[in-house]
């Protein structure tokens, strides 16, 4: 087992895992960019690293400054956290040529799901539901226009190495795929220099369900194997991005679970996946079925709703996977307990949820049986432009739902944020909207909220 880990990220990802190898013995180094010098991850790191300006590519993004920081400080292992370079086959690459332990998958598992056209292909192959879609890139508006034809509209296009719900619109009928093609290709090649699309069959009422997995590798007598921890409902979202989760999912039934769970497992297998990934699907409720939307390869964001219902604390089990270390559960005797919630509280205001950076004035988290809060920022801080406007998870954890629900409605409202923009009202409007309570919403649900004026 290594004995000091650099978290290549920052915010609370990089708090939450400097927290849980402290925990284990780990002498914890954090990197960060100038204007991150006073934030909560960088003082309770046991070393401290500036490698940059703001801007990510000059800082969470320069493999070159991560790597220097780990040699400097004798770190031996990267955890990556998610986003910026979590889902880069290069820099895992790096980190392992550099004589260093990789906390992830392989770089080749992560290049293979990276590319979702291939992600879509091996997995199909190997008996996991996709919709109906494109098996080779699509590369020009002509053919798009084909391929929808023959998919069936509305259909879904997405850049191929697209993520973190980037690079997806979606055309409702032929004279929509011209320019929804252009724009999407362009996009995908600005940012992330691939211009493949690939099409979809969209579902338009459709729930988005992810299996938490994690890849066990072979120890001694005992085979690799893929284990799925329970499914996540990650529907609440804007702009194709999430904003709450929860688990078990109201939408998903005994029957749906075993498959969904199984085809999960099939596609770790698959891949030969090795630590924690997501599986994340569509369902559709009505008549309980599902298809393969992506592979992430990489702790969630919304792990902790996870870590609730089953006890574990899955960045554990990532540092002693890497480090060679038996996992500290049994693998066949995982069991769900209760029900959890995750809000995610963004600097953003909480009609249009656009971005809102400031200065932190306060900053007053709630406590209490059942509540945690990952936080990225505290008073005195400030929440910058320059990074995503995640500044806290709220995650409450109740013997039932409704349990869930009423914890999570006085967290909200013992939950004080001044400066910044901030969400809390939204998920207080949320937490009491009849589509939610009644646990039968899907991905429409923001918007369904806010064209009634809620």
């Known amino acids: 087992m290594f004995d000091t880990l650099l978290v290549a990220n920052r915010g609370e990802i990089a708090r939450r895992v400097i ?18 010098a006073n934030l909560p991850f960088v003082t309770e790191a046991d070393v401290a690293v500036a490698i940059g300006a703001a801007a990510p590519a000059e800082s969470y993004r320069n493999v070159e400054a991560i790597l220097r920081a780990a040699r400097e400080t004798g770190a031996q292992a990267i955890h990556p956290g998610y986003g910026f370079l979590s889902e880069n086959a290069d820099f895992a690459r790096a980190v392992v040529d550099a004589g260093l332990i990789w906390v992830g998958p392989s770089a080749d598992v992560i290049e293979q799901m990276g590319d979702k056209i291939n992600a879509r292909n091996l997995l199909q192959d190997a008996g996991v539901p996709v919709a109906a879609g494109t098996r080779e890139p699509v590369t020009d508006a002509a053919a798009a226009r084909s391929a929808a034809d023959g998919i069936g509209f509305p ?23 011209a320019e929804q093609f252009e724009r999407i290709a362009a996009f995908a090649e600005r940012m992330f220099g691939d211009a493949s699309v690939l099409l979809e069959r969209f579902l338009p009422v459709a729930r988005h369900v992810e299996v938490q997995i994690l890849g066990l590798p072979a120890d001694g007598d005992r085979p690799a194997r893929v284990v799925a921890l329970g499914e996540r409902d990650c529907s609440v979202q804007r702009r194709n991005q999430k904003v709450a989760e929860e688990t078990p999912s109201p939408g998903v039934g005994p029957d749906l679970r075993a498959r969904m769970l199984a085809a999960a497992v099939r596609a770790g297998e698959a891949v ?28 969630q964001v919304e792990h902790p709703i996870t870590e609730a219902v089953t006890g574990l604390d899955l960045v554990e089990q990532q540092l002693l996977i890497a480090g060679g270390q038996p996992i500290t559960f049994d693998p066949d005797g995982v069991t769900v307990s209760g029900h959890a919630i995750e809000l995610r509280i963004n600097a953003e205001d909480p009609k249009r949820f656009l971005p809102g950076p400031g200065a932190v004035r306060r900053w007053d988290e709630p406590s209490g049986a059942g509540v945690r809060v990952d936080s990225g920022y505290a008073a005195g801080t400030t929440v910058t432009p320059s990074y995503d406007s ?8 109740g013997a039932d739902r409704d349990e869930a629900l ?22 207080a409007e949320l937490l009491e909207h009849p589509e939610f309570v009644s646990g039968h919403y899907d991905t429409g649900i923001v918007g369904r909220m806010r064209a009634s004026g809620r």
């Open 155 to 177: 259909v879904m296009l997405k850049a191929s190495a697209g993520g973190g719900g980037m690079g997806m619109s979606v055309a409702h009928g032929p004279d929509e795929v």
């Open 272 to 299: 030969g996946y090795v630590g924690a990934g997501t599986v994340e699907c569509l369902v559709d409720e009505a008549a309980q079925d599902f298809v393969f939307l992506e592979m992430n390869t990489r702790l």
């Open 390 to 397: 995640l500044m806290a998870k709220l995650i409450v954890h």
């Open 19 to 36: 927290r849980t190898a402290r925990r284990m013995g780990l002498r914890t180094v954090a990197v960060h960019s100038d204007v991150d």
């Open 406 to 427: 009423g914890r999570a409605r006085e967290a909200v409202a013992g939950f004080a944020i001044e400066g910044p923009k901030c969400n809390l009202p939204f998920f």
